[in-house]
């Protein structure tokens, strides 16, 4: 379900029946891509490395596979210190099959599901749409608070082989995934607005002329599919666990994978004389 919306696989945990598991679940789900986050690796994949739809569609299964390798490694870790304990066995208990009734599937899915969701990503997305704003427009110097924060946070983006506006992006992406595009685009552009990518094409010329190589894309790639949730899906932990704690957890084990897979991918193209 994390595929689709990690919030929503976060609440489909609740079928585990052992506490442990059902924790270890819900702080790995982060890395499956979520829809918010394929437009960004659809375009890395198609365009900036297979230039081709097949080739592109086979490197965005590689990636896709990779996630689901990096849930199964941080599955193990937790599984072996911090969540330590006996696997619980896997029992397959089919119910007596009955025909479905519409009304109430329609009714459970509407309150239970969409409009759950939907109420805590408004909750966050109206507050954050107004930080955003202010960062773009409000000055400082003759420069905007975000151009401010993207050249604060470049040297350290640096280590990990992207830069500050890819950073910055990520951060203030966090209401929601689909705002990471917008938002590079917004502050190479210096708009003051969350500008709509035209094509592929046009981004994809965009990026390289602000300095984008192989090294940033595969970096950029890396950090997409393991970072930080997004408000919708840390709110969620938080309701489904009631602890702050695991809330903090959940956001801090997908990015320190990504960081850390940022890290060795930036190093290895400097052993290896990738630009």
């Not at 025909?99 to 997305?125: H, N, W």
């Not at 202010?134 to 420069?143: D, E, F, Y």
């Not at 035209?198 to 970072?227: E, K, M, Y």
């Amino acid at each position: 379900m994390g595929f689709g919306c990690n919030a929503c696989g976060v609440t489909g945990c609740r079928i585990i029946d052992s506490p442990r598991e059902r924790l270890i679940a819900m702080l790995t789900n982060t890395f499956a891509p979520c829809n918010g986050r394929f437009p960004l690796l659809i375009f890395l994949c198609s365009v900036f490395f297979a230039g081709s739809a097949a080739g592109g569609a086979l490197l965005l299964t590689a990636v896709i596979a990779g996630s689901v390798t990096l849930t199964l490694a941080a599955s193990r870790l937790l599984s072996a210190t911090v969540l330590k304990g006996v696997p619980s066995s896997f029992t397959l208990e089919l119910p007596p099959y009955r025909a479905p009734q519409f009304g109430k599937v329609i009714v459970r899915s509407m309150l239970d599901r969409t409009l759950f969701v939907l109420g805590r990503a408004a909750a966050v997305a109206a507050p954050a749409g107004v930080l955003i704003w202010l960062l773009a427009n409000v000055q400082i110097g003759g420069a905007s608070i975000f151009s401010h924060l993207t050249a604060l946070l470049d040297p350290f983006a640096r280590v990990f082989g992207l830069d500050g506006v890819i950073l910055l992006a990520f951060v203030l992406g966090f209401p929601a995934n689909e705002l990471v595009m917008p938002l590079i685009v917004m502050g190479y552009l210096s708009t003051g607005m969350l500008s709509d990518v035209a094509d592929l094409a046009s981004f994809h010329t965009l990026l390289l002329a602000n300095g984008w190589t192989v090294r940033t894309a595969l970096c950029t790639l890396a950090f997409t599919v393991a970072h930080w949730p997004c408000s919708t899906t840390c709110l969620t932990i938080w309701k489904e666990t009631r602890s702050a704690r695991w809330t903090l957890a959940a956001i801090a084990l997908p990015a320190a994978f990504g960081l850390g897979l940022c890290f060795v991918i930036n190093t290895a193209c400097t052993l290896l004389g990738v630009a």
